[in-house]
């Protein structure tokens, strides 16, 4: 996915709530939040690939300062234009890897949601270090990457009831999803991912998400477990 295919979504992004937010329905991002962010409200809160910004939104009064950052020219612009009156959030058009500002650092919090998913590992090792770079030595990120597991789970259910999966698995962990390729992980595999860039887990949760968000009927997949991303809370090594 390109900053011009992101930019050309940007108006139905917020339409369609596909955000990882939004769609997390029993609010396990919001929990984790605030477990994290009374020791850290005076520090710089940072929202990696922030899309339309609603979360870093959500979020500003808990914090002194925001910023949301976005590779997409059409994201960027819908975040401003929801944040005229917001004082304490700028938002910045920039790739991630690209993005080397000596103002954004020592970042108490990073939230980085459904951003690091390109199938090449050295594209993802870049967003990994960046994240790592960016944080203060006591600062913590939240991440939501996709699961693998819950393909596999969604596809042997899908067998099961003689019906199409929506995705298809290929090999290391890629999986196409209406021809786009990204980059999913198992539990396994996103903790070997943080250790080689220098970085820890403390924790690793499941964020469950409605049947629609799959691109399936809730009616049919009625008593299957609810497809899910894991949030994984991550530090520097030291
Ligand atoms: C699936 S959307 C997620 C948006 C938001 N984090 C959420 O949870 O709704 C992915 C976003 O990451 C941005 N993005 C992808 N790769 C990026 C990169 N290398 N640098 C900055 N932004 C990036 C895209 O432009 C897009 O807005």
Same mark, same amino acid.
């Given at each position: 996915?390109?900053?011009k295919?992101?930019?050309?979504?940007?108006?139905? #992004?917020?339409?369609? +709530?596909?955000?990882? #937010?939004?769609? $997390?329905?029993? *609010?396990?991002?919001?929990?984790?939040?605030?477990?994290?962010?009374?020791?850290?409200?005076?520090?710089?809160? +940072?929202?990696? *690939?922030?899309g /339309?910004? %609603?979360?870093?939104? !959500?979020?500003?009064?808990?914090?002194? @300062?925001?910023?949301?950052?976005?590779? %997409?020219? *059409?994201?960027?612009?819908?975040?401003? &234009?929801?944040?005229?009156?917001?004082?304490?959030? =700028?938002? +910045?058009?920039?790739?991630?890897?690209?993005?080397?500002? %000596?103002?954004?650092?020592? !970042?108490?919090?990073?939230?980085? #949601?459904?951003?690091?998913?390109?199938?090449? @590992?050295?594209?993802? $090792?870049?967003?990994?270090?960046?994240?790592? *770079?960016?944080?203060? &030595?006591?600062?913590? !990120?939240?991440?939501?990457?996709? /699961?693998?597991? /819950?393909v596999?789970?969604?596809?042997?259910?899908?067998? !099961?009831? %003689?019906? =199409?999966?929506? &995705?298809?698995?290929? @090999?290391?962990?890629?999986?196409?999803?209406?021809?786009v390729?990204?980059? #999913?992980?198992?539990? =396994?595999?996103? +903790?070997?991912?943080?250790?080689?860039?220098?970085?820890?887990?403390?924790?690793?949760e499941?964020?469950?998400?409605?049947?629609?968000?799959?691109?399936?009927?809730g009616?049919v997949?009625?008593?299957? =477990?609810?497809?899910?991303?894991?949030?994984?809370?991550?530090? &520097?090594?030291?």
């Amino acid at each position: 996915m390109t900053p011009k295919h992101w930019t050309q979504w940007a108006q139905d #992004f917020d339409n369609h +709530v596909t955000d990882a #937010f939004s769609a $997390d329905f029993n *609010g396990v991002i919001q929990k984790a939040m605030d477990k994290l962010h009374n020791a850290r409200r005076k520090r710089l809160f +940072v929202d990696f *690939g922030c899309g /339309s910004g %609603s979360f870093v939104l !959500a979020q500003a009064k808990k914090f002194d @300062r925001c910023v949301g950052i976005d590779s %997409s020219a *059409g994201m960027i612009e819908l975040a401003k &234009r929801k944040a005229r009156r917001v004082k304490n959030v =700028e938002f +910045v058009c920039e790739s991630i890897q690209g993005y080397d500002d %000596s103002r954004v650092t020592n !970042a108490g919090l990073v939230a980085c #949601f459904n951003v690091i998913t390109a199938t090449s @590992r050295s594209v993802r $090792d870049k967003v990994w270090r960046r994240i790592g *770079g960016m944080l203060a &030595r006591d600062g913590v !990120a939240l991440v939501v990457c996709p /699961s693998l597991e /819950s393909v596999q789970m969604v596809t042997a259910a899908c067998k !099961a009831k %003689s019906l =199409e999966p929506t &995705r298809h698995m290929r @090999r290391g962990g890629v999986v196409v999803t209406e021809g786009v390729s990204q980059q #999913f992980f198992t539990a =396994e595999s996103l +903790v070997a991912e943080l250790k080689a860039n220098g970085l820890k887990s403390f924790l690793l949760e499941k964020v469950p998400y409605k049947w629609p968000h799959e691109g399936l009927d809730g009616r049919v997949m009625r008593g299957v =477990e609810y497809p899910w991303d894991w949030l994984v809370g991550v530090r &520097r090594v030291k």
